[in-house]
């Protein structure tokens, strides 16, 4: 592995973000918009009912820790997309950069987005509506390596399916997300879901992340059970969607499907 072809990949991507105002609309206006949606609802029902007022930081932190997950898989698999859209994938598979170097490039370019994506939604969230980052406090930092790594494993799965069945196939990338967010508990336990939903959801390590966040908003310490369960899961994640691709890799080649991007 070239840590000199990593960059190369980042300054890529970098290129084309600053060079195209439109690919700010992930980091910037739809962070915004989901931050005032989910904050102006938790509002409402305050006002309705005194007694569900204490329900707001949790709809609003969920929504924070979701864009976690969502720009670190946004990242990696828009970022191959990038090459499709570009008709620029031939000249990338003809060169030294490997497939691992490729996705940890823009790994690393998805965790500027994540940080540009977070100071949104935090300074969105206190301006708007009184939230702090400190409610959530440390835990953050375990809590967002869940996502991260969740995020990232779905992404690199995403790839492949993109690289099996061609762009058509590229509103998974965003369809993905919004399955995680229902079946995660983002802003809801886990035992608010439709039975025959419950059991799917508990095996998804994003839903032990967000469990993690309602403890902690609930006042009480990190639980480390969760917070263990999350990463190895997360981990299965990424070896999961590795294995995925590289077998679509192995298909995309034999079968010359190079022909659809180009």
């Known amino acids: 592995m070239s840590w000199r072809r990593i960059?190369?990949?980042?300054?890529?991507?970098?290129?084309?973000?600053?060079?195209?105002?439109?690919?700010?609309f992930d980091i910037a206006f739809w962070p915004l918009m989901d931050v005032i949606l989910w904050g102006s609802l938790g509002t409402y029902i305050a006002q309705q009912d005194a007694g569900s007022r204490a329900g707001t930081p949790y709809l609003i932190s969920g929504i924070v820790m979701f864009h976690v997950l969502f720009q670190s898989q946004i990242a990696v698999a828009t970022?191959?997309?990038?090459?499709?859209?570009?008709?620029?994938?031939l000249n990338v598979l003809t060169t030294p950069v490997t497939e691992f170097e490729y996705v940890a490039g823009t790994a690393v370019f998805g965790m500027a987005k994540v940080l540009l994506a977070l100071t949104t939604v935090s300074v969105t969230a206190f301006i708007a509506f009184g939230f702090s980052l400190d409610e959530i406090g440390w835990s953050m930092v375990p809590i967002a390596a869940i996502l991260v790594i969740v995020g990232w494993g779905v992404g690199v799965a995403n790839i492949g399916v993109v690289l099996r069945f061609g762009q058509g196939a590229e509103i998974l990338t965003w369809g993905t997300n919004f399955i995680l967010m229902a079946l995660s508990g983002v802003f809801n336990p886990v035992e608010a879901l439709p039975g025959a939903l419950q059991p799917v959801a508990r095996v998804l390590p994003s839903t032990h992340a967000f469990n993690a966040l309602r403890t902690v908003m609930g006042g009480d310490p990190l639980p480390v059970d969760e917070i263990v369960i999350g990463l190895v899961g997360g981990a299965g994640f990424v070896v999961g969607g590795f294995a995925f691709s590289w077998w679509m890799l192995r298909i995309f080649r034999r079968r010359g499907f190079v022909t659809r991007f180009s």
């Open 7 to 24: 960059r190369v990949v980042i300054r890529r991507h970098t290129y084309v973000l600053w060079r195209a105002p439109h690919r700010w």
């Open 79 to 89: 970022g191959f997309m990038e090459e499709t859209w570009s008709r620029n994938l």
